[in-house]
């Protein structure tokens, strides 16, 4: 407060004649002294009660209230010494909160005992408030997913040198297992199979649904809700969570009780909703929401800046980073990353059973700087850290902890569909149709994970556009999920066969499976059941269907069988269309506006990893694949069996943990992670 005094010319610890050194330092300990009572008493009453406020509001709202807090503080003092201009409050009290923050942390972690002994404080305080008992001693399990990375970006990374503790585990403690996803290789397929052991009928990220005539996407809260209904209803339990579980930063709940920043409790409009807790759990600490801020902004100024490099020096493929893109960024790979890893900290400080937690970063920028590059890197290297925290968390946590890393899928590089050829697959579908084709396009939708969770925080609606039924209903209905396309003909019941398309449209099929962007197309068949179609003229029967032959040549071991599993879909679409993909360079064409993609099938997209602790059972046996999220749950529930941990069983109802069911529990309260969470000082 003193060095501040002296620097703002509007802020003042002195009378108008001037004080000697000492009663200046006098009045700024009664200032210092009133901010800190009243933060401590008042702010906790502040933050609940802006509970309806949208999260990232109150992270601009911490500024103004935490310098209400120091005016009232400096009318306080008895010498009535103290003043300040509210602008310049502002502007001191975020600084005093971020240097009291960043002391008591450097005084804490000098002393290995005192830090140990503070975090067991704070999870022995958690544990009374909610009335918790001790805490058993079997070893906990946290799963961390990095939303995006394939196995291979993860050895690149880890060879690198840009993931120091990824390096250290696998060289002593974890071993990686690579996995397969299906066909619909993205997050809303894999989280619900990893989570709650389903994928059944998820045949992309975004779909069209005849007897509904509505569009499901995958991070769109009304459609996670009912995505997840389906997996439990399915399955006939809540999920990997269910019994003394945690859910953070994911699209399902996978059935936990605590939950923050899930897609599925976004969907709530009422007293029950929790999605957003974990924003005001992290933000219940002032000195969070300035650290955090100061990172959001130095992250929109770096793709600002990375974006017009890239825009000079003429790297290609690119596509528009501009508008709103920089702020989604910094919200995926700040905001979000910095309340999800503090929300994981806070449960292993609390000594939860199971924790489920996404972080997103990685995916987000992977879409627009493609899935290599300074850019990633950088990300990839502050991934590190944050698994750092959480390891650290860890050791000081009240029982032993397991930390399983993991990915949903990959990401395979590329130039778009539409900057390659000169139009979109909605254009060249509507040409086949002999539909008329408009002379500019709408830009098409992208399907990353960070523009809706923007959107829920901010409790903004849903973008619908072209997701809702099209008008005239005879228009085929065009859906993109990175380089695989649905196609629907909405005026007709059930899915159309071959025969039936080339009546109606007798030059579509042929358009499509001849144009060089596209690789192959599954389509009903009268006489085959199902058959894929190539170029040229190939036709393949799905039963004869085999991988490295026909269509399929280049897409890999397991393309064959994914095919022949998304036919079995009530929803797949009426045409199904995968973007080519060239084996010597690993690049497809997504039908998004993303150059780097996922979502079909070629290349890395398809092979995320599996790093776990050697102290648990082998994934598959020797020589076996692990193929499929479906199998992924079944492995990680069974590592939960050894660990003793929760067990569901089927008699638990078809309904349990679905997030549209009453619940008893109120909102979480603050997390027991107090200026422990900086994610990067100096960023």
């Avoid at 005016?71 to 971020?98: K, N, Q």
């Avoid at 006939?236 to 897609?263: C, E, I, Y």
């Avoid at 750092?388 to 569909?417: K, M, N």
């Avoid at 590592?639 to 008893?664: D, F």
Wanted: hydrophobic letters at 40%; one cysteine or more.
């Amino acid at each position: 407060m003193m060095v501040l005094a002296g620097v703002l010319p509007d802020f003042k610890l002195t009378s108008d004649n001037g004080d000697s050194i000492t009663r200046v330092a006098l009045t700024a300990a009664w200032g210092a002294g009133a901010f800190g009572l009243l933060s401590a008493l008042v702010w906790p009453l502040v933050v609940r009660a802006f509970l309806l406020v949208p999260a990232l509001v109150l992270g601009l709202l911490v500024f103004f209230l935490n310098g209400s807090l120091l005016l009232i503080a400096l009318r306080l003092i008895p010498t009535g010494r103290g003043a300040a201009e509210p602008e310049t409050a502002v502007i001191v009290a975020a600084v005093m909160s971020a240097v009291a923050s960043a002391t008591s942390t450097a005084l804490a972690v000098r002393d290995d005992d005192a830090y140990r002994r503070r975090l067991s404080r704070l999870a022995d305080r958690r544990r009374r408030r909610h009335g918790g008992g001790p805490v058993p001693r079997p070893p906990g399990i946290v799963f961390i997913q990095l939303d995006g990375v394939g196995e291979q970006t993860l050895r690149r990374a880890v060879d690198a040198g840009l993931m120091p503790t990824v390096a250290t585990w696998l060289k002593g403690t974890h071993r990686l297992t690579p996995w397969r996803t299906d066909w619909s290789s993205q997050t809303g397929a894999s989280q619900l199979g990893i989570l709650h052991g389903s994928t059944f009928d998820v045949p992309a990220f975004r779909w069209y649904e005849k007897e509904r005539g509505e569009v499901m996407v995958s991070n769109r809260p009304a459609s996670a809700v009912e995505l997840q209904r389906r997996a439990v209803e399915r399955t006939g339990d809540g999920g990997l969570l269910t019994a003394d579980g945690a859910s953070r930063g994911n699209l399902f709940s996978g059935g936990a009780d605590q939950v923050a920043l899930v897609l599925t409790a976004a969907a709530r409009r009422d007293s029950r909703n929790r999605s957003r807790a974990g924003y005001f759990a992290y933000f219940f600490d002032p000195a969070n929401a300035v650290r955090t801020a100061g990172s959001f902004v130095a992250e929109v100024g770096r793709e600002i800046v990375q974006s017009r490099r890239a825009r000079f020096a003429r790297v290609s493929p690119r596509i528009k980073r501009g508008g709103l893109y920089p702020f989604i960024r910094a919200f995926a790979t700040v905001v979000e990353r910095d309340v999800v890893v503090a929300a994981v900290m806070g449960d292993l400080l609390a000594g939860r059973t199971a924790v489920y937690a996404d972080l997103v970063a990685y995916d987000e920028v992977a879409h627009h700087s493609g899935p290599s590059g300074r850019d990633t890197d950088q990300v990839l290297r502050r991934l590190d850290r944050s698994l750092a925290l959480i390891a650290g968390a860890a050791a000081h946590a009240p029982r032993p902890y397991r930390i399983v890393l993991l990915s949903d899928h990959g990401q395979s590089p590329g130039e778009t569909f539409e900057s390659a050829f000169g139009l979109t697959l909605k254009d060249l579908v509507r040409a086949g149709c002999g539909l008329p084709v408009p002379r500019r396009a709408r830009r098409t939708r992208s399907g990353a994970e960070a523009r809706y969770a923007v959107r829920v925080a901010l409790h903004r609606p849903v973008e619908e556009g072209e997701e809702r039924a099209p008008v005239p209903q005879s228009d085929p209905v065009v859906l993109a999920s990175g380089n695989l396309g649905l196609i629907s003909f909405p005026d007709t019941r059930g899915r159309l066969t071959r025969e039936h398309i080339d009546r109606r449209h007798p030059a579509l099929l042929a358009t499509l499976a001849n144009h060089p962007g596209i690789g192959f197309l599954l389509v009903g068949s009268q006489e085959h059941g199902a058959v894929v179609l190539g170029r040229g003229g190939s036709e393949t029967p799905l039963a004869q269907l085999a991988d490295e032959q026909g269509p399929l040549t280049g897409f890999g071991r397991g393309a064959a069988d994914a095919v022949r599993r998304a036919d079995s879909f009530p929803h797949t679409a009426d045409i199904m269309v995968n973007s080519m993909y060239d084996p010597a360079t690993g690049q497809v064409h997504a039908f998004e506006e993303q150059i780097g993609s996922h979502g079909g099938l070629g290349g890395e997209q398809s092979h995320p990893f599996l790093l776990s602790p050697l102290d648990l059972s082998e994934p598959v046996p020797d020589g076996g694949e692990l193929v499929g999220a479906e199998q992924v749950h079944h492995v990680l529930r069974r590592w939960l069996r050894e660990a003793r941990g929760p067990q569901v069983t089927a008699g638990a109802g078809p309904m349990a943990g679905v997030e549209n069911s009453p619940s008893t529990h109120g909102p979480e309260g603050p997390f027991p992670v107090v200026g422990l969470a900086s994610q990067d000082k100096t960023s």
